[in-house]
């Protein structure tokens, strides 16, 4: 069971909002706008409780709630019932939301907090509860009031009498229904705790300890040995505890008939609950140094290196079978030499590929964000008291360049910025195929960078973001429709470059262009080439998306016939890498 999602209202800082998880999230953003806050959120879902400090200020009376989504396995069988020992499938229960996830929320109410649990469904809503909700005397009632045949059924098991009830009617779904259960009840156990054994077992490692024995945070360095170990094989224990459950109700229910037999009164007032606690709360794990003096008392610095060992150990150890694990790390730098975060980093990324592992982190330092995809990044913002969200396709590069000052510490001192990932592509076939221009100078000591459009780059080259840093900055951008006397002054410029063409794509030729697309040339093609729309003509023809087009001038097959063409003129580009030579020449 995977965490696919995590959303917040009233809690803290966070008035709403929801971030999705991958296998390996970065949180990103300025101090207190509430990154540790969706950490210590998820620690309060699987591990704690929250108190009152912990509610929004502004939220009046409004109830505090931690959601989560989990993705399951669509075979996956639960335990649902506590009188019988059948297992079921979410799915056939109607107990995955729309998007066929498993979502379960924690509501917290009141002054004091008062805790429920509710389970988002698409559920059928043909009866008046949820039947996963009911008792066996209530379901055996709806049977009973519609005179339904059960001839075929086992009328003792919960489970095949929900599925019977669901056979008998024209299931009318509503598009999510909330299924609500309380801690208190007896016969339903909280649908949390039903599912809670399958959770992923979540380590929240923090950056701010203290050296005493009494800060439980000290000790989580030591404690992630034992909950590891634990959770792989907890599945094992899992089977024992349920027969040992099974034993001491049977028990508990011999006792109770014969208790009957001196004092019905009482006997019908008692019910039996079991009270249980982690597995990993029965074993404690310590270090201890020379002297036989406690690993806790270490500085902060020698711990943290402990858990990069930890963090490298596990990135080493074989595929586990237990159940999935969740770190969730604070400021993971803090107190490391550079060569110590980068060897943690290169850790943490290689548990993140393991299918069981998910990795969350909060981090301020540029360095461990740029080599780092996209999708891994979650820029968390605050303005007007609002904290929102920023992933993928939602998220502004620039924006977290500007907040993290993430560039000024970029590879090799250079970046060159591009209009698009395409041109980025034709430079660096260009420094591969071609031997001549890469004798000029390897572009590959740089960082390229795409900033979305022409636009984007003459704004930036206005700007000059880096002027304050120790980065320099060289800009390419194409000719498009203006004639090149336009940029006079950006030509001119030592660090910027305009094509004499229209686009990249126009500096492949004609010929090889029209037998890559399959089309007929044109007489405006052939005599007017260099200014020539190609990309708008092709999406036209082909009638295919301009995006899509982009992309095929990057593909390897037109690229091994550019290599062999007789007819690609080198004569400009060359003055490119020579422009770029001269401007980098102090720091190549």
Known sequence: ???????????????????????????????????????????????????????????????????????????KRFTLDSTDNTSTTLEEEYLLNKDGDLEI?????????????????KHPNNFDKPLILLKINELKKIINDNNYDTSDINMTIKKDL????????????EDEARLETSIASSDVQCLF???????????????????????????????????TAVSEVESEFQLIKNEIDKKIEDIANKTLEKLKTFDPKIAAELTHEIEEKPLDSLFKFNFRCENNIS?????SG????????????????????????????????????PDFQKMLFASLQKISENNLYQVLLTTHTPEIVKILDKNNLIFIKKEDRKMTSHQSNNLSMK?????????????????IFVEGKTDITFFKNLNHIFPELKSIIDINKFTFIDLGGCANVERWATCDYLKHSSIKSFFIRDKDERPIEFYADLVNDNNKIVTLKREIENYFPLNVVSDYFD?????????????????????????????DIKQMFCSSEIWDTLRDSTDFDLTEIKTWFEKIKEFFSDVT
């Open 193 to 227: 705790n039903k599912f809670k054994d399958d959770f992923p077992t979540y380590m929240l490692f923090k950056s701010d300890r203290t050296n005493t024995d009494k800060d439980s945070e000290v000790t989580d360095d030591l404690k992630a040995i034992t909950k």
């Open 399 to 415: 924006e977290v360049c500007d907040t993290l000052g993430v560039l000024p510490i970029l590879p090799n001192k250079g970046v």
């Open 295 to 299: 690993f806790n008392k270490r500085g």
């Open 519 to 547: 089309i007929q040339q044109t007489q405006d093609m052939i005599d007017n080439w260099d200014e020539f729309n190609i990309t708008e003509h092709l999406s036209q023809v082909k009638s295919i998306k301009k995006i």
């Open 105 to 121: 929320i924690k509501i917290f109410e009141g002054d004091k907090l008062k805790e429920k649990t509710c389970l988002i469904a």
């Open 162 to 173: 929900r599925r019977f009830l669901f056979d008998q009617v024209s299931i009318d779904f």
């Open 302 to 337: 020698v711990k943290r290196l402990m858990l990069l060992s930890f963090f490298l150990a596990q990135s080493e150890r074989p595929n586990h079978q237990g159940k999935n694990i969740i770190y969730a790390i604070e400021e993971p730098e803090t107190s490391q030499h």
């Open 1 to 75: 069971m995977k965490l696919k999602k995590i959303y917040l209202k009233n809690f803290r800082g966070a008035e709403s909002i929801e971030c999705n998880i991958n296998d390996l999230n970065v949180f990103i953003g300025k101090n207190d706008v509430g990154k540790s806050t969706i950490l210590e959120a998820l620690d309060i879902y699987f591990n704690g409780k929250p108190d009152k400090d912990d509610k929004n200020v502004f939220s009046s009376n409004e109830p505090m709630v931690i959601g989560c989504i989990f993705e399951t396995e669509s075979n």
